[in-house]
């Protein structure tokens, strides 16, 4: 006996499947970064509408100068988080970094080889990150928290209450200049990484890697990924943008102390996980991030131009991160209480 | 999981624009008024809320001038740089600031200099090339000396081993008295002192640095904290390892908040300039300079009902000596600042 379609049914039609369950317009438009995005804008009217001040280019331009470098550092991070792992230790490489270059710049050396001790050290930084996690194991947050305080405490040592300040006139371009009009340097180069790290992260293997590790590290193991090799270029990369950022925010200062970049890996964190990083990894996109760089940008030199006490404005971020990392719990949770109802 | 984070999002989205629209009214400025913006170090500490007071004072004298006061959460050089940067946004007429970092503010301050601003420095200094002139609250040597000097009141015959206390190991002045305070130091051949350690204004951190020197050096007879945040500090860990009596803390604080130290013996005297002068000798100051007189070596200008102040070869001025309190007068002047 041959299995039959039942008598007097007619030909099943051949079944339909889409390419997509819905089309990438509604897809963006519900995305986390349209409505990031939404939020840039909103908060840009709103600023707009708040303070005489804010709608001037060069006002906006100056705006640029206080989360540049800490958003190109969070395009690396945004890397290592999706990877499952956190470096804590960048506000230390910072550190570290400019007061190599300070005594690089006492000894005489020109800008180019400053900017090269500068990455380098970075770079150096970040490989010991890595050997930390990968060869020895530790988790990454006690690693960076680890040399969070070594980096910084190298540098304490190297200057104690001391200032380094000879840098050549010309070191200053990198923290103070104009790439183009109201365009800074240090903002050319934000929007030129972040298009680097875009591309890196969503059309090639090496982000699909990342993504993969996040996601379960052992089954990217099994699946031939070298996950040890993977996670230590991930904080050399950390380490690099740190080393770079050291030396914009050198150059717009014109000095190192020790106490250079205090507390920016919280600063970095949060943009990261605002622009929808998951922080057990796994998740999340460029694009986010960056807008998520541009809100807490336009937040803070909004309710700045405002007046707004720094105490005020740091509950206010803190509130916005809150938000939105626990909202979606309690809705989630509220949604399934009424359907289990 | 998508729907639910939209969902977040949008209530993000309407708090952020309620708030902005919340401040929207406050904003607006009035007309022909001189805007002079007074930064603090950090907010949220006892000193520059009373100079703050000060400045209000020498606005409301003045009659047309708005004072802004604003400051960063914490002591960073970072964090006062962004505050300068959106104070030239907002076009102010003057910025009178006390620096985290007498080096890393030079170039915005020369920008805003560049802009038109009269940029002064009040309490903690700027390097000269980053303001026009800087207000001292009072000579280096006399607070060093009066340092010194309450160190040496609070030991029955002068003698004995001390600590010093401080705020952050990059803090300008802090640095500088101490280097004022060991400049003197020979004059009273009583006084040893054995260490230093740094709190960095923090209460806690200065609280457990105390314990540590406590415990580390049993034989210290006064701790010498020239900070308002870390004195606090000093004198309650004292009280708490139940040393009151054999342990005594001195060093400049504030009235209102070393009333209860005075009180419980862990504190005899300590010493400060009035912030509530200071605020309003640098208002006066600024205004003096956006008004057209010129900040240069000799120059005498006036601090309003403080008289004159003269400017040094460095263009700084002194404005008074440090003013010392115990417990005849600190309840007074506790309800101050």
């Known amino acids: 006996m041959t299995l039959q379609a039942a008598p007097g049914s007619a030909v099943p039609a051949p079944r339909i499947l889409p390419d997509r369950l819905v089309s990438p317009l509604r897809r963006f438009a519900t995305s986390w970064e349209a409505l990031l995005l939404a939020v840039a804008a909103a908060v840009f009217v709103a600023n707009a509408l708040a303070s005489p001040y804010f709608l001037d280019v060069w006002n906006l331009s100056d705006a640029t100068f206080n989360f540049t470098e800490k958003s190109i550092v969070a395009l690396a991070m945004a890397f290592v988080i999706m990877a499952g792992e956190i470096d804590l230790s960048v506000g230390g490489i910072v550190a570290l970094c400019s007061t190599a270059m300070g005594e690089a710049a006492a000894a005489g050396l020109g800008t180019p080889g400053l900017v090269a001790v500068g990455l380098g050290v970075g770079a150096a930084c970040g490989l010991f990150n890595g050997l930390l996690v990968a060869r020895l194991g530790l988790p990454s947050i006690m690693a960076t928290i680890g040399t969070m305080s070594l980096y910084r405490g190298l540098s304490y040592l190297a200057l104690g209450d001391g200032v380094l300040k000879g840098y050549p006139a010309d070191f200053a371009w990198f923290g103070q200049g104009y790439a183009w009009g109201p365009l800074s340097v240090e903002f050319a180069c934000f929007l030129a990484l972040s298009a680097v790290a875009g591309v890196a992260l969503h059309r090639t293997v090496f982000g699909r890697a990342v993504r993969a590790i996040g996601s379960n590290a052992f089954a990217a193991l099994f699946s031939g990924l070298r996950v040890g090799r993977i996670r230590v270029v991930l904080f050399v990369l950390t380490g690099l943008a740190s080393g770079l950022a050291a030396v914009m925010l050198t150059g717009r200062l014109g000095s190192t102390r020790p106490s250079i970049a205090l507390g920016w890996e919280l600063d970095v964190v949060t943009i990261v996980v605002l622009g929808g990083v998951s922080i057990q990894g796994g998740s999340g996109t460029m694009p986010g991030v960056v807008i998520a760089a541009f809100v807490m940008g336009l937040v803070t030199y909004g309710l700045g131009l405002l007046n707004v006490p720094g105490i005020v404005m740091s509950i206010v971020v803190g509130a916005m991160l809150i938000g939105t990392i626990a909202l979606p719990i309690l809705v989630g949770r509220a949604l399934r209480r009424r359907r289990t109802a | ?337």
């Open chain 2, 1 to 337: 999981m998508t729907r639910l984070r939209t969902l977040a999002l949008s209530a993000a989205l309407a708090g952020t624009t309620a708030l902005a629209g919340a401040f929207a009214g406050a904003s607006a400025a009035r007309a022909a008024e001189v805007k002079i913006a007074l930064v603090a170090k950090s907010l949220g500490n006892g000193f520059f809320e009373a100079a703050d007071k000060g400045a209000e004072e020498a606005a409301k004298q003045i009659g047309d001038v708005k004072i802004v006061y604003t400051g960063p959460t914490t002591t960073t050089a970072e964090g006062q740089i962004e505050v300068v940067n959106s104070l030239i946004s907002q076009k102010v007429d003057a910025i009178a600031i006390s620096a985290n970092d007498k080096d890393a503010l030079v170039p915005v301050l020369k920008r805003a200099m560049a802009r038109g601003i009269k940029v002064v420095s009040w309490d903690s200094a700027v390097s000269s090339e980053g303001r026009m002139a800087h207000l001292n609250p009072s000579s280096n040597a006399l607070i060093g000396n009066m340092l010194d000097k309450l160190a040496a009141d609070a030991l029955p015959d002068g003698k004995g081993k001390i600590a010093i206390l401080s705020a952050t190991a990059t803090s300008t002045n802090q640095n500088t008295w101490i280097a004022e305070m060991k400049k003197g130091l020979p004059k009273y051949p009583g006084l040893d002192l054995v260490a230093t350690v740094y709190g960095d204004d923090l209460s806690d951190k200065s609280y457990r640095e105390t314990q540590g020197l406590l415990q580390t050096h049993p034989d210290v007879k006064v701790i010498v904290a020239p900070t308002s945040v870390g004195i606090v500090a000093a004198a309650q860990a004292v009280k708490d390892a139940g040393k009151v009596g054999q342990v005594f803390v001195t060093g400049l604080g504030l009235p209102s908040e070393m009333a209860g130290a005075v009180h419980s013996g862990a504190t005899k005297s300590f010493a400060i300039w009035n912030p509530i002068d200071l605020g309003y000798s640098a208002t006066y100051l600024a205004y003096d300079l956006v008004k057209g007189e010129k900040a240069a070596p000799g120059a005498e200008l006036s601090l309003g009902r403080m008289g004159k102040v003269k400017l040094d070869d460095g263009d700084e001025g002194a404005m008074a000596d440090p003013f010392v309190y115990d417990s005849s007068n600190v309840d007074k002047f506790a309800k101050v600042f």
